[in-house]
């Protein structure tokens, strides 16, 4: 895996020997390992980057080695540990959040990774009352897509664990005792109708077997606040649905608590796609609420912040070996110092600007 | 005569300083286009490499020009002249072109979208190429606009000339500023109106510039016919004046 960054380094032997000195290089990520690590899709500007350099390049910033470190340091006897990755608007929560995951799956962890919850709390065009519990409320189309993704990022651990329930979905199908999990996911995957149920057990039985020991368990999940706040979604008498009411969102809050061993849990708050919430609200306090800040309670906090000058430099030194900065005055200092004042070292922001210099 | 008139507009009293009185030019003609400043305002300098130089490189006019602003009364900046390294005039007046009901922002963003489709459509195009192609393929957003904008301006243009209760088309040479401004102007309202239905603007308009640039598409053709009726009406050019 090449590192790139301001003196040109050569290839780097493993992503687990980035330490303190690589903070602010930047390295690459092949396009089959993208497929295998990310099916459910990286940010969409971070994908459109990907397809026009056609190269996926990360930065190794600080937070995420902090992260990286704590994570090779946990002990999976002790319950599973929270982190909570938060801050301002486009200072790379996301993608740090994918570094953690890709370097799991580099450790043959079994990742566990929803792409944004928010988009399971607003715009579902199909809710259907949940066959198992009356009062809850299915989401066949988010929870089947979710399955096909799960599958592609998990493949080799699906034979390996056996479900240790029995499981019956209607008057035709059941999966026994010991089969495998792949099974499991087939079905959700099939009958689209049962999917949110296929999504629940196959959390429950991740939770109860990893904490065996034969594998190990990353929960990512990016939105977190959106499983306690407020839904836009509302019944056929327009009376508006609490979070707890969709199935999805009950079974990930049960996968969220940390009574479960062998793992670790790796959250993200973020106010972009969160619904009825101030824009400059960054906290986890403001933003996860009450019932969500309790539930988390014992959690580690990491800020990202903006680029310091070193990453900012090095981000600009990337954008100019793609040939992205165009424009004849990107290149000078004036230039430099123009997009510093502009940007504010705002990773996100930054991104918008040299997209169009 | 002109100083006194001003200082006598200078002695009134409840007048603001600068307000010019209507002068009238030429007789039976009004101004409809006027600014609030006076002739003694002078236009502001907002070059920063201007104020930059050293004073010793200065040679005298310089110095005496400095020397002179610092007593004349200066007009204000407008606020969409900035002092930016990525300033461009040409694409300032073509967001003031495309801007509808005073919404700047919406103008502004487009472009932007626009400038960053043309980017990527060019790199899509770079990395699909071989090598000696590579060489020839343009990727700054910036000249593939100008040059298209270059190739679409008309070299000649026709102007509608009242004789004998007639108007008649006649061939004309154009003025800079208005062969610039009709360039700009048929490449908006081309993508306006010629856009099929679900296309967003930004996307519209990076096709029409990547065409225009390399001389082909729908603005060129607007050009060439009007080129070709200034050719078919040839012989009416007696019927100008100037």
Redesign the interface.
Known sequence: IMLKGMTRLVSRVHKAKHGEQHVGQHYSISVQELKTAFPHGLPPRFA?QVK???EACLMVRKPALELLHYLKNTNFAHPAVRYVLYGEKGTGKTLSLCHIIHFCAKQDWMILHIPDAHLWVKNCRDLLQSTYNKQRFDQPLEASVWLKNFKTANERFLSQIKVQDKYVWNKRESTEKGSPLAEVVEQGITRVRNATDAVGVVLRELKRQSSLGGFRLLVAVDGVDALWGRTTLKREDKSPIAPEELALIYNLRKMVKNDWQGGAIVLTVSQTGSLFKPRKAYLPQELLGKEGFDTLDPFIPILVSNYNPKEFESCIQYYLEN?WL?????H?E??KK?LLFLSNRNPGLLERLC??? | MAASTVKVAREWSGLALGVRRAVLRLPGLTQVRWSRYGPEYQDPQIDKEYYRKPLAQLTEEEKYERELRKTQVIKAAPATKTS???EDPVISKFTNMMMKGGNKILARSLI??T??AV??KQ??KY?AASAEEQATIE????TIFHQALKNCEPVIGLVPILKGGHFYQVPVPLADRRRRFLAMKWMITECREKKPRRMLMPEKLSQELLEAFYNRGPVIKRKHDMHKMAEANRALAHYRWW
């Open positions: 459109l026009t350099f056609n040939n165009q424009h004849e005055k990107a000078t004036e230039g123009e997209a169009y210099l | 930016s390294v990525f932007t979208q400038l960053e980017k990527r790199f899509e990395h990727r700054n957003p910036y």
